[in-house]
């Protein structure tokens, strides 16, 4: 499920863009903003998606080797473990996985090659070998090593991580929190189950979702009056001279304090100053930081911010 934190990663990204286009379109912009987050499911599903894959190039290996005009012994009797393996069995033929990936645009069958070039890396693993000589069987034993192929491998496979940067310029963004979805649905699935039960995208739908909207907006439209409280507390700073990034965070943060009345100041400060960490350059949350705590108490004394509910009221 998405949470606050990747909702304000995601406006952040669309906000960078709009702030750089010369003639933005703010309706286009929102219009992607919401794209961004369907493409997060997009990328959960073909994750899920790729095990199956992983299992296709496997049976069709052993198809191969049954069908050459000089086949060896081990052609002719092949280890069987990883495609009969219960929870693999369970992904590939499961008919909510086929319906949903004729909704998404992300399809691995379009880079044979890199479906190869994986499947090659799995095999070669010390755990994909200790798997496969194990005599142990049952479902938690195949889940357990497939949990392991998708975390340890997979999921972090260099060249994977390039076709995605290719296919989308938000995904690698969203790879950590997609992985951690596609671990959580394997493990929910119980030994007699015949499909697969997706996780929601949010916790709660008409909050999170409102969320997101009221955050870009409100971040664009307070945004010139911010920046001139934000350029009127840094007297030794320029307006262009503050990072583009910089700016939009703290334009950010100020829009979420003034809008949110049930997010605690604290809350929103750390987030933003930890987002700075990630998205800025080494020196910018040291500055946020700094700007924040200057502006905000000044907000909050001229009852810019209110905050409603217990514990949520600065003294």
């Not at 997979?154 to 390039?162: G, K, P, S, T």
Request: charged share 30%.
């Amino acid at each position: 499920m998405l949470n606050r934190r990747h909702i304000r990663i995601k406006v952040l990204q669309i906000l960078f863009a709009y702030y750089s286009d010369e003639k933005p379109d703010v309706v286009a912009y929102e219009k992607m903003l919401f794209e961004s987050v369907d493409r997060f499911r997009e990328l959960y599903l073909s994750f899920i998606l790729l095990m199956g894959e992983m299992q296709g190039l496997a049976i069709e290996k052993i198809e191969a080797g049954m069908n050459k005009k000089l086949p060896t012994h081990e052609d002719l009797h092949p280890n069987t473990k990883f495609v009969t393996n219960s929870l693999l069995r369970i992904i590939a033929n499961s008919k909510k996985l086929d319906k949903a990936s004729k909704e998404i645009h992300l399809r691995w069958a379009d880079n044979r090659d890199l479906l190869k070039q994986m499947f090659k890396m799995l095999t070669e693993t010390e755990d994909y070998k200790e798997y496969m000589e194990s005599k142990e069987r049952g479902f938690e034993h195949d889940r357990e090593y497939l949990l392991r192929f998708f975390r340890r491998h997979l999921v972090n496979y260099e060249l994977m991580h390039e076709y995605l940067e290719d296919q989308g310029i938000f995904w690698n963004d969203d790879l950590d929190l997609s992985a951690s979805m596609v671990l959580r649905t394997m493990k929910l699935v119980k030994e007699n189950d015949d499909d697969l039960d997706f996780l929601p995208l949010w916790k709660d739908p008409e909050d999170e979702e409102q969320f997101c909207k009221l955050l870009f907006r409100k971040t664009l439209s307070l945004g010139e009056e911010n920046q001139k409280v934000i350029s009127a507390n840094t007297p030794n700073w320029e307006a262009d001279r503050i990072a583009l990034t910089d700016m939009i965070i703290l334009k950010m943060a100020f829009a979420e304090a003034q809008t949110f009345d049930s997010i605690p100041v604290k809350v929103t400060m750390n987030e933003y100053i930890e987002l700075s960490k990630y998205y800025s350059t080494p020196k910018s949350a040291t500055f946020i930081n700094g700007v924040l705590d200057t502006i905000i108490p000044k907000m909050v004394h001229e009852g810019k911010i209110k905050k409603i509910g217990r514990g949520l009221i600065e003294e």
